[in-house]
């Protein structure tokens, strides 16, 4: 089936909920088909389109929201599994196929969530925050393969200065002594660190972060292979070839013309 919706993203966590018709929803990895009272979830900047599948009518919310604002003390040890340092909230979209409780209750909340924002009565605000916390509970309650587990949260808070620049500074080149910096370790105890923490190198994580740009400008923006490498901080296109077929097994060309084709 021809998609022909855009690829777009945004900095949210989106849910998204089909109150009348079918409609499809694509991601880089999956394709969601959906029908009335279904839900997806999205994670944070992460690419997808969206199509109707049939001429009958169709009606959704989408719901986006920065989930962080709603976490607090107590929250902290479930804060790294939400967090998508190494992968998408969308992988939690097995509980809502696989349990028809966790389906119809985020079906509901998103609704509530949605009809409180458009009424707006006297306490609206509250109402919509304890939703989200239940949202996020129902998600940590469920999550029967571990995703939003760790036990790890003081090093992830830790850590949270260095992926904080490391996202605001992808663009440039980004080096472990600036991490050591921001941290006040020593270069070696860092290294260690973070890969005890994360279970990766810093330069994995931070080559991974900016192939995941490339991705998205590659689908949403028209530039140059140039461009869109120094935009990602990649200073050679040799290393930006080398770099995109490792993770992805195929060339931006190919990658482009595999996802702007049929599903």
């Not at 499809?24 to 999956?30: A, C, I, Y």
């Amino acid at each position: 089936m021809e998609i022909t919706g855009t690829w777009h993203f945004h900095k949210e966590v989106e849910f998204l909920i089909v109150t009348e018709g079918n409609m499809g929803v694509q991601t880089k990895d999956e394709y969601y088909s959906l029908q009335s009272g279904d839900t997806v979830l999205l994670g944070s900047s992460e690419l997808h389109r969206t199509h109707r599948t049939s001429l009958s009518p169709l009606k959704f919310i989408v719901f986006q929201v920065d989930i962080f604002r709603y976490f607090d003390q107590s929250d902290l040890p479930y804060l790294h599994g939400f967090s998508e340092t190494t992968r998408a909230l969308s992988e939690l979209n097995y509980l809502l196929r696989e349990s028809p409780k966790v389906r119809q209750e985020t079906f509901s909340l998103i609704q509530s969530i949605y009809d409180e924002s458009q009424q707006r009565e006297r306490g609206y605000e509250l109402f919509i925050g304890a939703a989200i916390k239940r949202l996020l509970w129902l998600l940590v309650r469920h999550d029967t393969r571990g995703l939003l587990q760790n036990n790890d949260s003081y090093d992830i808070q830790r850590l949270r200065p260095v992926f904080d620049y490391v996202e605001r500074n992808l663009h440039h080149k980004i080096t472990i002594e600036d991490a050591c910096t921001l941290l006040n370790f020593s270069y070696h105890y860092f290294i260690r660190y973070f890969r005890s923490v994360m279970g990766c190198s810093f330069i994995e994580f931070i080559n991974h972060k900016r192939i995941k740009n490339v991705e998205r400008l590659l689908l949403t923006q028209n530039l140059s292979i140039t461009e869109i490498a120094y935009a990602s901080g990649i200073p050679s296109t040799a290393q930006f070839y080398k770099l995109f077929n490792r993770y992805n097994k195929c060339s931006p060309k190919e990658f482009i013309k595999n996802m702007s084709g049929k599903r």
